[in-house]
C-alpha cells in the first residue's frame, strides 16, 4: 500500500454526488460473470441466464436491466470498481454502512467521511449548503461536529418543520422535543444539535426553495424516489448556491428472498435515474465537472438460499461522468470456494482506495486525514 504524497488541485469547483445502494447490492447479479460455470453452480436458483445478460466482454456483463448504464459505459463514463470490501468484514448492515460512512473499520469514529470532505471544502462554515442530503434524516457520512449539511426529503416544501410556517412556532416545537428526550439524552445537548440543526435549515430554507422556480429543463424523469432525488440534487446544483456533495439513497437491495424478481427493478429505476440525470447535466453544462459515485455496504453470498441471497463481504462500486476514466479496476473475485472468504466473495481492495481516488484525483483535497490512512489511489479521473 503505497503513500499518496501530493494532490492535484481541480481548476474549478467541481461536484460529488453520491448514491448510497442500501441493504447489500447482489455483485454477482450486478456484474456478472455469465461465462463461469460456478455462478450457476452457486446460483442454481437465482442466476440470470446467460442470453439476458448485457454482455461487457467474454466474462461479465451486466444485468439484464442496466442498458442505461451500459449506454454510458460504451460512451466511457463509467469506472467499475471490482471486489471492493475491507479487512475483517461485518456483515451487520448498520456496522458495515457505519464502516463506510466514517471511514473506519476498526474503531467507531463520531465523523463521516464527507463531513470532514465538507470541512476542508468549506472550511469556516460559510455556506450550509456546501453539502446537502436529498431524503430523509441525515446519512452519518456527511455527519461532522461544526458542519452544516442540509437534509431535503422534499424540496418543494423544504424547512425544518415546513408545516410550521411561523419562526417562534418552529421554536415551540424544538423546545416540546427537548423535554421530552432531554432526560434520555441530556436537554443541553439536545437543544445545542437541535438548535444548530434549525439554523441550518431556516438558513438555507429560503435559498433551495429558488431551486425549482429557476430551473428548467427538456429531461424527464421517472416517477420513482431516486429519480425524484436526482432531479431534486440537480435543480439546486442548477440553481448556483454553491452546493459540491449531495447524497442520495436508493433501495433496499436486501434480498433475502424474491432477488430475481426485486434486484432487476432496483436497477431499472437506478439505471434510468443516472441516465436522465447525465442528460440533465449536459444540457446545463455541468457534465465535465460532476461525478456519480454508487457504493453499497456489502455484496451477497455466493451461494443462493433458495430464492435469494444472504449478506457477503466483497461488493461492487461504480463512478459515473464524463470527467471519469472509463474502464475496470480492481480484480473480479474468484468463485473458487477455496478463494472465498467464509462463504463470500474475497474483497481485493479497500474502499478507502477508491474514497482516496476521489477526494484527491476529484476534489483537489488531501485524503489522508478523511480516510483515517494513506492508500494508493486509482487512476480514475482523466484530469
Known amino acids: 500500500m503505497a ?48 442470453e439476458k ?39 451487520s448492515h448498520f456496522r458495515s454502512m457505519d464502516i463506510w460512512h466514517t471511514a473506519e473499520p476498526v474503531e467507531l469514529s463520531r465523523e463521516g467521511w464527507l463531513g470532514r470532505a465538507i470541512r476542508d471544502l468549506d472550511p469556516r462554515a460559510e455556506n ?21 449539511v442540509a437534509s431535503v426529503g422534499d424540496l418543494a416544501t ?30 443541553e445537548a439536545v437543544m445545542g444539535f437541535l438548535g444548530q440543526t434549525a439554523t441550518d435549515a431556516l ?20 416517477s420513482n ?36 424478481a426485486a434486484h432487476p427493478g432496483l436497477w431499472t429505476e437506478l439505471g434510468g435515474a443516472i441516465s436522465d440525470f447525465m442528460d440533465d447535466l449536459e444540457e446545463h453544462d455541468e457534465a465535465d465537472d460532476t461525478v456519480i459515485f454508487l457504493f453499497s455496504e456489502f455484496g451477497r453470498r455466493v451461494r443462493d438460499n433458495g430464492n435469494g441471497a444472504d449478506h457477503g463481504s466483497g461488493g461492487v462500486a461504480f463512478l459515473i461522468g464524463n470527467g471519469v476514466n472509463g474502464g475496470m479496476y480492481g480484480e473480479y473475485p474468484s468463485l473458487e470456494e477455496k478463494d472465498h472468504l467464509d462463504g463470500d466473495l474475497h474483497y481485493n481492495n479497500d474502499f478507502r482506495q477508491t474514497y482516496t481516488s476521489i477526494l484527491e484525483g476529484w476534489l483537489g483535497l488531501d485524503a489522508g486525514p478523511i480516510v483515517n490512512g494513506r492508500f494508493e489511489p486509482f487512476d480514475l479521473f482523466k484530469n
Not at 22 to 41: A, E, F, M, Q, R
Not at 203 to 222: F, I, L, N, Q
Open 203 to 222: 438558513k438555507g430554507a429560503d435559498a433551495m426553495r429558488t431551486a425549482p422556480e429557476t430551473y428548467s429543463s427538456g429531461v424527464e424523469y421517472a
Open 158 to 187: 423544504y424547512g425544518l418543520f415546513p408545516d410550521l410556517q411561523d419562526e417562534s412556532l418552529r421554536k415551540y416545537a424544538l423546545e416540546t422535543f427537548a423535554k421530552m428526550y432531554g432526560a434520555a439524552m441530556g436537554k
Open 128 to 148: 450550509v449548503l456546501t453539502g446537502v442530503n436529498f431524503g430523509r434524516g441525515l446519512p452519518r457520512a456527511l455527519g461532522c461536529d461544526g458542519v452544516p
Open 225 to 260: 424516489a431516486v429519480a425524484k432525488s436526482l432531479r431534486d440534487a440537480a435543480q439546486v446544483m442548477f440553481a448556483g448556491l454553491g452546493t459540491r456533495i449531495s447524497y442520495v439513497t436508493h433501495g433496499s437491495y436486501d434480498n433475502h428472498a424474491g432477488l430475481l
Open 3 to 50: 503513500l499518496t504524497t501530493s494532490v492535484t488541485r481541480p481548476s474549478k469547483d467541481r461536484k460529488l454526488v453520491v448514491v448510497q445502494q442500501s441493504g447489500g447490492n447482489d455483485y454477482l447479479n450486478t456484474i456478472v460473470p455469465y461465462n463461469n460455470g460456478l455462478y450457476y453452480d452457486f446460483r442454481s436458483h437465482t442466476h440470470l441466464d446467460p
Open 53 to 91: 445478460v448485457i454482455k461487457i466482454d467474454d466474462e461479465v456483463g451486466f444485468g439484464p436491466t442496466m442498458g442505461p448504464i451500459k449506454r454510458l459505459w460504451d460512451e466511457g463514463k463509467v469506472a467499475i470498481i471490482n471486489g471492493v470490501g475491507y479487512p475483517n468484514p461485518d456483515r
